[in-house]
């Protein structure tokens, strides 16, 4: 069975940096565009940015641009998010999905359902 796992979150002031993982085991992503997504407290899950199967286009939310890089290695089955410049407003737990297609945001079904993501809390 086929499942991600996200790491990396934590506590950090405005202005620090994190940098989440995602793992997955189960099942390659390799030949899938991935994607992060977030949830903040009392909102609804958003989609934050997208990679394509070979990590050769990127594209993410106007919020997030400059700040957050995503990238991915697909030797190790793993999809990153960089982010600096962190804002109050970026704490969220983060989560991973695979995408139906690169520019969807839509999560594929086979993939099961979300993990438990990630807790990012940033500080002002």
């Known amino acids: 069975q086929v499942q991600l796992v996200e790491s990396g979150g934590g506590l950090v002031e405005a202005g620090g940096s994190l940098r989440l993982s995602c793992a997955a085991s189960?099942?390659?992503?390799?030949?899938?565009?991935m994607g992060w997504f977030r949830q903040a407290p009392g909102k609804e899950r958003e989609f934050a940015a997208a990679?394509?199967?070979?990590?050769?286009?990127?594209y993410c939310i106007d919020s997030v641009k400059g700040r957050f890089t995503i990238s991915r290695d697909i030797a190790k089955n793993t999809v990153y998010l960089q982010m600096n410049s962190l804002k109050p407003e970026d704490t969220a737990v983060y989560y991973c999905?695979?995408?139906?297609?690169?520019?969807?945001?839509?999560?594929?079904?086979?993939?099961?359902?979300w993990g438990r993501g990630t807790q990012v809390t940033v500080s002002s």
């Open positions: 990679i394509s199967w070979n990590g050769g286009m990127t």
């Open positions: 999905a695979a995408l139906e297609n690169y520019g969807s945001k839509v999560p594929r079904p086979d993939f099961g359902s």
């Open positions: 189960g099942r390659t992503t390799s030949n899938y565009p």
